[in-house]
């Protein structure tokens, strides 16, 4: 199948990531957001990414035009009715996810591909509530979208082979790397990363070192660009405990058993980078 038009469901940084990756690569991309203000702060945070490339001799004036031209934003999921693929980047809950797809099968042509961006939760769970399992699937981006050439791919128990081979040339289109990885809880790249926060936190809460002797003994011994612990907090604490929760659920294994620290610092309110303060202090 040949790829046209994409929708982009969510203009938070994910989406709005995605959708600017697309642009770049000649897609004609819509966005769409219920929420105006991050439409509108989607838009001035492409704008400036291009400007900036211009700026530092990467593109032209002509070339950004261009860009611009191929993108626009709405709040109506009705925009999505003549595009070959979306990709949705919205809330990790299941309930939600179900909701928009139902929702956006109502108004997608029948060829159009619906694939989710979820880190963890299941394509198949997400694809009962369409009427086109075989056109659903996971294209699981990483943050910042714009720099991460990695791209999970992952096919729902239905999601058909045809559909599978059109995500991985589209992927491939926006100059990305993707891997096949098997419907399961994190895929690849979460359920390893989550298992290895979670072993930090495990350490940190047995008082076997400090926060920032795990984290340096992590980057030094096993040659880790980040600590595990500032990873945590970078990704958000309430979402490594929301994670590691819908693990020990899923899989009924104690090894994914979220530690009692974690739990008190979200209980706290300490979330990490986003609230000043995690397993470190970013308010200094």
């Known amino acids: 199948m040949d790829i046209k038009k994409v929708g982009v469901l969510g203009a938070g940084t994910m989406g709005a990531g995605i959708a600017q990756v697309c642009a770049e690569s000649g897609f004609e991309t819509v966005v ?147 891997v096949i990885a098997k419907e399961t809880p994190g895929f690849i790249v979460n359920r390893i990363l989550n298992s290895l926060i979670i072993e930090a936190a495990f350490a940190y809460q047995e008082g076997i070192a400090s926060a920032e002797e795990i984290d340096k003994a992590m980057k030094l011994g096993a040659g880790l660009p980040m600590g595990p612990l500032a990873l945590a907090d970078l990704v958000g604490l309430d979402i490594a405990l929301h994670v590691s929760e819908y693990f020990y659920n899923e899989f009924n294994d104690p090894k994914y058993r979220p530690p009692i620290v974690l739990k008190q610092k979200v209980r706290a309110g300490d979330l990490g980078v986003k609230t000043g303060k995690g397993f470190f202090d970013y308010s200094k």
């Open 32 to 178: 769409v957001d219920i929420e105006e203000a991050i439409l509108q702060k989607a838009l001035a945070g492409i704008g400036k990414s291009w400007q900036k490339a211009v700026d530092k001799g990467k593109i032209d004036d002509a070339a950004k035009a261009a860009r611009e031209k191929l993108i626009s934003f709405s709040t109506e999921i009705a925009s999505f009715k003549d595009c070959d693929l979306v990709i949705e980047a919205i809330a990790e809950q299941i309930t939600i996810k179900q909701k928009v797809f139902k929702e956006m099968d109502g108004v997608c042509p029948s060829h159009t591909i619906l694939a989710t961006n979820t880190s963890a939760l299941s394509i198949t769970e997400i694809a009962a509530a369409t009427s086109r399992a075989d056109r659903i699937a996971g294209m699981h981006f990483f943050n910042p979208v714009t720099a991460m050439k990695l791209v999970e791919v992952v096919p729902g128990t239905a999601t058909s082979e045809a559909t599978k081979e059109t995500i991985v040339t589209f992927t491939k289109s926006i100059k990305k790397e993707p």
